[in-house]
């Protein structure tokens, strides 16, 4: 009996044990990021990601978001707070730290790709050869584009002629020799103040996706024109993660991030932007709004084609006189 005692207790000492080695295995990754908790990118491609990893790891590995700027505020400093870890995670647009990211910035440009998806398959088509190095700070969860398919403003820039002049956010400050070789004169704004820029006339016009006009933006408010057939650029964002924090995880949990990672989430987070341009678009349809929708000619937009020619030669040129040889090749390579 005694011995049975014994037994019992080892066993109940075990299964404790057990347990407590299983919760302290247990890992939960915080999630930066200054968009609002109902951003697309929060409700499809975080949501995807906290599904997976918790499916795949029986529930030892799962996210916490932090929406809205709550482990700090404005995208800004968004790659800074993932290389220190004030999140494990965080989720950014690269044109607002373009010295860290100067090759992938070359995806913004106007090209031969018209949707978030596209654009996003040709990033990782050559991620390896071209940007892999300007993330080796981080792990790399997700790098993926927004299509800028409008222009939202406060008068009438569907020609030449309109744009002469009109103060216009672009996606990138490295886009002014495009925005200049329009007519137009580049003033640079984050997203989250464009909305009353757009109010109180510190700009004319601002790049736009379909989900801009719409909540939670709201240009739709603010914009007399929306203006459709212009030449597509984009913006990059990433979902990254602090190295030290990823390195510090279990072999297992890193298996299940690397499987993940890269192309998978990247193509989520296309498809968040790109489905919120298509429910925007529903919307839009049945919208009791004021302003102007217009659509630019064939002839308007063959001189808006050529005005980008030739800031895309002057964007090279400079590229080059800052060592980037190969800044052709890689837009190319984006644009095959």
């Known amino acids: 009996m005694k011995s049975l005692k014994h037994l019992t207790f080892a066993l109940t000492l075990g299964v404790v044990s057990l347990g407590a080695n299983l919760q ?57 707070r993932a290389v220190e870890g004030v999140g494990d995670i965080t989720f950014g647009v690269a044109a607002y730290t373009p010295k860290i990211f100067p090759k992938t910035m070359l995806a913004i440009l106007p090209g031969k790709a018209s949707t978030a998806d596209e654009s996003t398959r040709n990033i990782w088509a050559s991620f390896d050869k071209h940007f892999a190095d300007e993330f080796s700070n981080v792990k790399v969860l997700a790098v993926g584009t927004v299509a800028g398919s409008l222009l939202a403003a406060t008068r009438d820039v569907s020609t030449m002629e309109g744009l002469k002049g009109a103060k216009l956010v672009p996606f990138a400050a490295m886009t002014t020799p495009i925005v200049e070789a329009l007519g137009a004169v580049p003033v640079q704004m984050p997203v989250t103040e464009m909305y009353t820029g757009l109010s109180t006339g510190t700009i004319d016009a601002t790049t736009a996706s379909y989900n801009n006009l719409t909540p939670p933006w709201n240009f739709w408010d603010v914009a007399s024109h929306v203006v459709e057939n212009v030449p597509v650029s984009f913006a990059v964002t990433y979902a990254i993660m602090n190295k030290e924090r990823y390195e510090g995880l279990s072999a ?28 925007s ?48 090749e890689i837009y190319k390579a984006l644009n095959r």
């Not at 890193?254 to 968040?272: C, N, T």
């Open 252 to 279: 297992e949990h890193r298996k299940i991030i690397d499987e993940v990672a890269g192309l998978p989430m990247s193509l989520k987070l296309a498809e968040s932007f790109d489905g919120a341009d298509e429910r």
């Open 24 to 80: 302290a295995s247990a890992e939960e990754l915080s999630v930066a990021t200054f968009v609002p908790p109902q951003h697309h990118s929060n409700t499809i491609m975080f949501k995807w990601f906290g599904e997976e990893i918790a499916k795949r790891s029986g529930g030892s590995l799962t996210m916490k978001l932090y929406p809205a700027g709550q482990l700090g505020a404005g995208p800004v400093q968004q790659y800074k």
């Open 281 to 328: 678009k529903k919307m839009l349809a049945g919208a009791d709004k004021k302003y102007e929708w217009i659509v630019v000619s064939d002839e308007e937009r063959a001189k808006m084609d050529a005005a980008v020619s030739m800031g895309l030669e002057t964007i090279f040129a400079d590229y080059k006189s800052r060592g980037v040889e190969d800044a052709q």
